[in-house]
Each structure stands twice: as C-alpha cells, then as structure tokens.
C-alpha cells in the first residue's frame, strides 16, 4: 500500500491479496499510558545516576588500546586522547600530576595498557578512564617506541660525531652518576683505586623507576653547573653508569630528558649503562660508550703503574741518547783537534811580525815628530803679529762700508714705505662713503641694516636709518615707493695719469 502507516499496523502479503491486520487499540492506549507514569529526570540527576551506575559496574579497569589525538599537555597541564581498536573508541584523560610521574609517555600510535577509573563526562555525555598507570603493550611496543625516538633525536642531530668532545688523558675529578648503594660504584671507586687514584664525586640517583629520568638529567645539568673554581670542584670527567637489567628497567636512560642532558654536557661524559648486549639511547648522545661500569673506569683514567713505567723507560732512553750524542760530539772535537797544526806554528809569524815592528817604531816615532815641527815652523811663519793685525785692520774696514751701505739702504727703504702707505690712506679716504656724508649726502638703511639703493625697495611703512656724517636718525616711509629713476649712461672713465718716475714716490736706489 502507498502511504505512511501507523506503527501498530503490520501488512502482510498473500498470494492474491493484501490484508492488513491493525493492532487492538486498547494496547495502544496501555502502552501511552505507561509512558506517562514514568518519574521525571532532570538532566543533571540522570547523568549524576549513570556516571554513578558506570563507575559501581566497572571501576578500576586495565585496557589495551592504541593512542590516538596526542597533542601533549594542554595549558593546564592535563593530557587529554583517545584509546582506539579496530572497532571502537575510550576516550581517556591523565591528570597534571599523574602525567609527570609517567616513566613512559603517550605518543601517537603507540599501543599501550592503561589501568584507571572509568566514570562518565557530564559535559559532553561520554565516558572516559581516568588513567594511573601506562605502558607499552608488550616488548614489541617498547623496542617500536624506542626505534622512533632514536630516529626523531638522530634528527635533530644529537648523535652526530662532530658533537662529541675528547676525553682528558688523566681527569683530577670525576662525577659519578649512579645509585651510591648498588655495586656499580663500588666497582668504579675499586677500578679506579687500582688504576691511578682520582678525586670522585658521587651524584646519587635512582636508575630504575618514574622520577629516575628526571633526576639523571638534573645530575648531569648539576655537575656542568659547578663553578670552575668553587668549594666543590667541578669535574673534568662525567660518567653515568648502571648496572644490566630489562628494557624496562633501563627504560630511563631512553628518556628524551636524558639523552639531552647527556648531548647538552659541557663536561666529556661517558655512557656505562647495562652490559655488553645493551643498548640504550644515552650510549648515542654520549661522547663514549662502554659495556660495563668497571670499562668506563679503564677508559677514564690510564693505569699509574704502566705510566711509570713507560716514564723511566723513556727517561733511560733519552739519558741513553744524550750520553752518545756527547760521546759523538767529544770525537768529532778530537778528530778536529789534530787536524789543527800546533800553537806554536800558528804564533810563530805573528811573533816574528811583531819583533820587526818593534825594533822600527822608535825610529818611525823620531821621524813623524820632526815631520810635523817642520809643517808648525812654516805655519808660524805666515802668523807672525804684524801680519795679523794687517789683515784684522782690512775687514774692520770692510765692515764699516757695508754698515753705511746698508743704513742707507733701510732709510730708502723705509721712506718708501711710509709714501705707498700715505698713498693707500688717502685712496681709502677718498672711497670712504663717509666723505660723501661729509658732503651733505645720507645713508638709508632698512630695518634690518642693509642699504637702500632705489626707491622702489621701499614700502610704505617701512622702517628707515638715515645716516648723517654727525648720526642717524629713525624713519618711517609714508605712502608708495617712487618709481626707480632712469639710469645714466656710464661716463667713460678718464685714463689713468702715469706715475713720475723718480723722486720720492718711486722706489729709488741705494746707491
């Protein structure tokens, strides 16, 4: 049939007709009935009743799931995803506090067992576990976990050999980051005490558990924050070491937290955690690795006895060395010794010189004295007082005319001097524009103080100085400026007169 049909109608197909067979309305009518009796909730009460029926049916449950919508903490802290499966979702949240104290952290796709409350969200009309604990489902998990972070830290560049520093040859202090009541650091100090005795400065940490993380990167950020010359030395040598265990009991050392503290190190650290098959992210970012605890004591400090060892042989080598290098050096001098002819022979011609030498000197001083009193006799001759005094009355001369020669000279000079000077000083009275003021002529000024030279720079108005030869007088200009008058035609200048040679306005002579 087409058309709507009411629910209580069933149709019903035969082989040659349709029947309809319509439901007694009285059951209808029982049905509404029933619906009407029920109590009224109010939103709040009904989900208060199933938050309260989910929590007393399940409580605290542990479920498996793969992480999915992990974006890390909110702003306030919380952690809010969701566990998923191939057929459905939970929807779970862990608490600021909770979150911090994870050993291992949620991430994207990571498949997880999570234990927690399960109880309902009112503002959204979901349920949702509230989580305690999380872990990787199962060692596979883990080792899929780990593979990621090697890869994304790797990345970033953490692990690159260009980052890792040398060890020093023989450290004064070494750090230690380690439980102090394990036998990790029995065997270290013991290494150490057999091979060449250090200074060592224990950082105690937990190795295994939640907050073991976090206190190994403060140690190693502690031991890089000790000042170079403080009360509690700084040490020259880090080494972080634990014992062998489980994935997941070293699971610490894999901490992000860790592997950037190690990389971050100022300090050369080396890496001893586990044993020989064990391998963890911190032996990546470390600047060496070893197997064992008691290795990174070998690799830390050279052994003292072999030191010696090797320095006395050394120091016998070179003795050895030094001895026949002197042993050569006496025979080349030998050998070079008589090669040498005697000091006899070699003084032999000198001597013979200096004999000659002396038996002529006496001779040779006589001869070279009566040489220079011939040469004095001669000079005395040409300086005898007559002579001199000549000689001294024909300069006085000579300088007496040059002193008439030149007093005359300077009162030529000097006459010369004051002419050209008058000369200038009445060529600069006669341009003077006060001569022209002492002729009856004025001198206006603006305002300001610069001359007027036509009519029509003056406005009505204006400010005026008008200069006399005896002072100035103050003006105002009163109505228009006066049209500027035509201008003359230049008259030829007159040509100039020449100069009479001689006399007292030219140069002169001196003689």
Known sequence: ???????????????AMTRIRITEEVELRVEATARLNLPEWTVSELSAALKKTVEDAYGYVRVRGEVSGFKGPSPSGHVYFRLKDDKAVLEGVIWKGTYGRMRVKPEEGLDVIVSGRLTTFAGSSKYQIVIDTLEPAGIGALMKLLEERKQKLAAEGLFDEARKQLLPFLPEVIGVV???????IRDILHRLADRFPRRVLVWPVRVQGEASAAEVANAIRGFNALPEKGALPRPDLIIVARGGGSLEDLWSFNEEIVVRAAAESMIPLISAVGHETDVTLIDFAADRRVPTPTAAAEMAVPVRSELIA??????????????????HRRTELRAAARALPALDQLLAVPRQRLDACAERLPRALIANAQLHHRQLTRVAARLSPRLLRTRLTRAGEI????????ALAYRVYFDHRVQRLRSVGQLLTAFSYRGVLARGFALVRDGAGHPLHSAAAVAGGMRLDIEFSDGHVGATADGEGAPPPHKAEPKPKAEPKPRPRGGTGGQGTLF
């Open 1 to 15: 049939m087409a058309g709507w049909l009411p629910p209580a109608v069933v149709v019903i197909y035969g082989n």
């Open 310 to 327: 090797e320095l006395l042989s050394k120091a016998r080598r070179a003795l050895a060395s030094w001895q026949r290098g002197h042993e």
């Open 399 to 406: 300088v007496a005319a040059f002193s008439e020669r030149r």
């Open 178 to 184: 380690t439980s102090p009541t394990g036998a990790v």
